[in-house]
């Protein structure tokens, strides 16, 4: 089926725009083609002199992929795609002293933030370390008892323990106090991070983060892991350099063997995957597939992952139970998973780590149904701009999963904020594409709102008064109310293509994986499945629908509708029983008994027999 080019169809009827006529869906929202005019010729040339198929075609069209570069595109390299360290600011620096530390045998402490990023940059850079005869002591902080990134406590205790050297991963760049605190006792510093960066840096001997204004490398869009990857590159250069391989008689290692790790902090880091990390994740994935590491390799087990692991099984698998050890137990759980070779404590602590993550996920579904109670009763039945909830009894570990739940349900901005007895507050928000959340952070700290707080456009962290809970509601709700009425003006669902049940194959689903991986920046593709019937219908887990769609040649596809019960779309479903249904979703690979069957994630259903639903 062709879908409607809306660009060509400019002074048509709003209906005539509309992908298969539904101009409002079960989800209230209007179903439009991804390409334009120029996004079909382009995906029908690619079509033609690739030899692809017609949807494969059209998901690189959508990516402004050219015809001659389909098949690069498919097959990304890092050795094309990894830019010289030295464009980095200080890493050439940074390098020379981690190359002298590894030459010197010192002693050397390692600082990492708690979540799936920090834990990855930590484990790349103590595996490799560790091959050069290093022993580096690991700190991960405690997020309730030492809060994010180094603080001075933390510093003296690594200097106390003989380090000579310190190196944070994924935070330090805004940590005045706590190298005041290093440069006091004697102690070099060297940062990779990639957070935000403001005009004034803090005393280090190197800080390495595209981030920071000064520096002109173009790769901002890393993860922390990805930063101390390209800086493995540098200290492996300085160090053959230096003829160091050649006295020990080892060969340098392997760096590629730690693509899984890149892969998996990428990926859980939600940031753009483009260009170097969209070859990250893919080359990653295939290392994770060979089970070199015993950590991942022993959590793979524990949640019994089959079939080969894709982009989804990291986000929504393996990484939210490495960060439960951060959330809600011992903070340094998955950096010490992701750095062990023992298959049996490797073991143990993926089993510790999953029950932490059952525990994490019935703190969150409490704290949900609490927050949405709140919210219906501050706003009633109208959409809010913006959701600011704060509560005594929420755990800090899980309000950035509490306000990415609400931004889901009512597609707005939302705050969860954890109230603690003391008279503070922490919170987490999540935005929506159009509104800049860190920017709203920002000048909500400049205006002395908030204590703290930084972030990006679509996750931001403060800290502030609980007293000072109501008045960061207000300048929040002003300062995003025009955002998002111009993307909830501009709203609707992004069709990439059709597909019916019949033509929905593995090796078909396998080709339009090629395309991605799929997340920030490369948003999942998703097709509609015109008039399949429903045939099946029934509740599973807490609130998701499980389905089987027909299609009118009779072939069956089975589905699942996340957290749809009492929904919207979960209503819909519900009355549509029996009846044939318009039906968007995503496709992916379900493994049953080492088989690969295709399975839809339903996001939002239309009635065929009306033009709006």
Known sequence: MTLVAESDLRSESAERRAVLGVTRSATARPWRDRLDARGGALARQIAQEAGLPDVVSRLLAARDVAADAAEA????????????????????AAAARLADAVERGEKLAVFGDYDVDGATSVAVLVRYLRGQGLDPAVYIPDRLVDGYGPNPRAVGELAAGGATLLVTLDCGTSSFEAFDEAKRRGLDVVTLD????????????????????????????????????????AINRELRRRGWFERRGTPPPDLLSLLDLVALGTVCDVVPLKGLNRAFVVKGLTVLRARGNRGLAALADVVRLSGPPTPYSLAFMLGPRINAGGRIGDSGLGARLLTSDDAVDAGRIAVELDRLNRERQALEAEAVDAAELMVAARLGGEAPPVIVEASEDWHPGIVGLVAARLKERYRCPTFAIALDRDGGAVGSGRSIAGVDLGAVVRLARERGLIAKGGGHAMAAGVSLPAAGVD?????????????????????????DAALTADGATPDLVEAIGRVGPFGSAQPEPLFVFPSHRLLYLDAVGRNHLRLTLCSSAGTKLKAMAFR???????????GSRGAPLHVAGHVDLDWWQGAPRVQIRVVDAADPAKSRF
């Open 73 to 92: 595109y498919l097959n990304p390299q890092l050795k094309t795609l990894l830019p010289d360290p030295s464009l980095f600011t200080d890493m050439d």
């Open 194 to 233: 990639h957070h935000q960066a403001g005009v004034e840096l803090p005393p280090t001997l190197a800080l390495v983060n595209p981030n920071r204004q000064d520096d002109l490398s173009g790769h901002g869009h890393l993860a922390a892991v990805g930063v101390t990857f390209v800086a493995l590159v």
């Open 471 to 495: 008045a960061f509601r207000a300048f929040v709700a002003a300062a995003v109310a025009d955002g998002v009425a111009m993307a909830r003006a501009a709203e609707a669902l992004e069709i």
């Open 564 to 574: 749809a019960v009492g929904q919207p779309l979960g209503d819909f479903l519900a």
